[in-house]
């Protein structure tokens, strides 16, 4: 099955097939999105040996709810959405979509109220962002996107992309359609950006016990059915494994077939759980999959690899 966003007008006028029992596709909820990830991300430091990492984090996740707010986007993405829909291309599709400022914005002011609480490297690697030129930072924008992470440092990548995510996330919420499932492939890609995920959610409440991959870029979250995996969609050499119990509130699930895992996060299990904060805080159950010879299938937005 593949996720197709169609303006709401035309979904009006479809048939009803288009307004299924599982919603395939959910649009980011911006309010107070980083600011529970930054209370997260700071609870689960207090006793990871990552802490001082994830407070790292938690920096750049509270300077990204203030800037959210200072620098709301207005945009009408109307006309984009009609031109993709026909096709089913993701309307903010990472490799097609032209950039506007308004993401470099973003990075500056992010730059402006993270810099008083960084130190050392960090604060030496925002300085250097702060005095790169629009061209420069678009290049690295570029090279992300690409998967070239060698061209960007790997201290730069979190700042960049902290930004790009702040600017797509604004315009997935600004999306003026519905999503529809049809039988196609890749819905190991997000449907609103084709970005990955950075891992998936069981969820509770009313979509109880339904697994959504949630994308590292534009905080959209889309369905894929439990017990197959999200990467080849194969069914028959699934595991999952865990560190601490069978009622870990993380799990990895890995694929024989294609040799990869993502993460597992169970809300039922924990209710606090948030993709971003729990897949970095246990890098440790990542260490124990790369040893069992699988890689990760996801990204996390703080975990770039690089120069």
């Given at each position: 099955?593949?996720?197709?966003?169609?303006?709401?007008?035309?979904?009006?006028?479809?048939d009803?097939?288009?307004?299924d029992?599982?919603p395939?596709l959910l649009?980011?909820?911006?309010k107070n999105?980083?600011?529970?990830?930054a209370?997260r991300l700071?609870?689960?430091?207090?006793k990871?040996?990552?802490?001082?990492?994830?407070?790292f984090?938690?920096v750049v996740?509270?300077?990204?709810?203030i800037?959210l707010?200072?620098?709301?986007?207005?945009m009408?993405?109307?006309?984009?959405?009609?031109?993709t829909?026909?096709?089913?291309?993701p309307?903010?599709?990472i490799?097609?979509?032209?950039?506007?400022?308004h993401w470099q914005?973003l990075?500056?002011?992010?730059?402006?109220e993270?810099k008083p609480?960084m130190?050392?490297?960090a604060?030496a690697?925002?300085e250097n962002?702060?005095?790169a030129s629009?061209?420069?930072?678009?290049?690295?924008?570029?090279a992300l996107?690409s998967?070239?992470?060698?061209?960007?440092?790997?201290?730069k990548s979190?700042?960049?992309?902290a930004a790009l995510?702040l600017?797509?996330?604004q315009m997935?919420?600004?999306?003026?359609?519905?999503a529809h499932?049809?039988?196609?492939e890749?819905?190991?890609?997000?449907?609103?950006c084709?970005?990955?995920?950075?891992?998936s959610?069981?969820h509770?409440g009313?979509?109880?016990?339904l697994r959504?991959?949630?994308?590292?870029?534009c905080?959209s979250?889309?369905y894929?059915?439990?017990?197959k995996?999200?990467?080849c969609?194969?069914?028959?050499?699934l595991?999952?494994?865990?560190?601490d119990?069978?009622?870990?509130?993380?799990?990895?699930?890995?694929?024989g077939?294609?040799?990869?895992?993502?993460?597992?996060?169970?809300?039922?299990?924990d209710?606090a759980?948030e993709?971003?904060a729990?897949d970095?805080?246990?890098l440790i159950l990542d260490?124990?999959m790369e040893?069992e010879?699988?890689s990760?299938s996801s990204?996390?937005?703080f975990?770039f690899p690089g120069?």
């Amino acid at each position: 099955m593949t996720i197709r966003i169609i303006p709401q007008e035309q979904l009006e006028k479809s048939d009803k097939n288009a307004a299924d029992f599982i919603p395939p596709l959910l649009f980011p909820r911006l309010k107070n999105l980083y600011s529970r990830r930054a209370a997260r991300l700071r609870e689960l430091a207090e006793k990871n040996p990552l802490g001082d990492y994830l407070r790292f984090a938690a920096v750049v996740a509270s300077a990204q709810e203030i800037v959210l707010y200072d620098h709301p986007l207005q945009m009408d993405l109307h006309a984009r959405l009609l031109a993709t829909a026909a096709s089913g291309k993701p309307p903010l599709d990472i490799h097609t979509l032209p950039r506007d400022h308004h993401w470099q914005r973003l990075l500056h002011s992010l730059i402006a109220e993270m810099k008083p609480e960084m130190t050392g490297q960090a604060l030496a690697s925002l300085e250097n962002l702060e005095k790169a030129s629009a061209t420069e930072l678009e290049t690295m924008a570029s090279a992300l996107f690409s998967n070239e992470f060698s061209q960007v440092s790997s201290d730069k990548s979190p700042f960049i992309w902290a930004a790009l995510s702040l600017y797509w996330a604004q315009m997935a919420a600004l999306i003026p359609g519905k999503a529809h499932a049809e039988y196609g492939e890749q819905r190991q890609f997000c449907p609103v950006c084709a970005s990955v995920p950075v891992a998936s959610v069981v969820h509770m409440g009313t979509q109880g016990g339904l697994r959504y991959l949630h994308c590292n870029l534009c905080e959209s979250e889309w369905y894929v059915v439990r017990s197959k995996c999200s990467n080849c969609e194969q069914t028959r050499d699934l595991h999952y494994w865990s560190l601490d119990s069978e009622v870990a509130p993380v799990k990895a699930e890995s694929c024989g077939d294609c040799g990869t895992y993502v993460k597992m996060l169970y809300q039922e299990k924990d209710p606090a759980v948030e993709p971003v904060a729990d897949d970095l805080a246990t890098l440790i159950l990542d260490a124990r999959m790369e040893q069992e010879g699988f890689s990760r299938s996801s990204l996390n937005p703080f975990l770039f690899p690089g120069e």
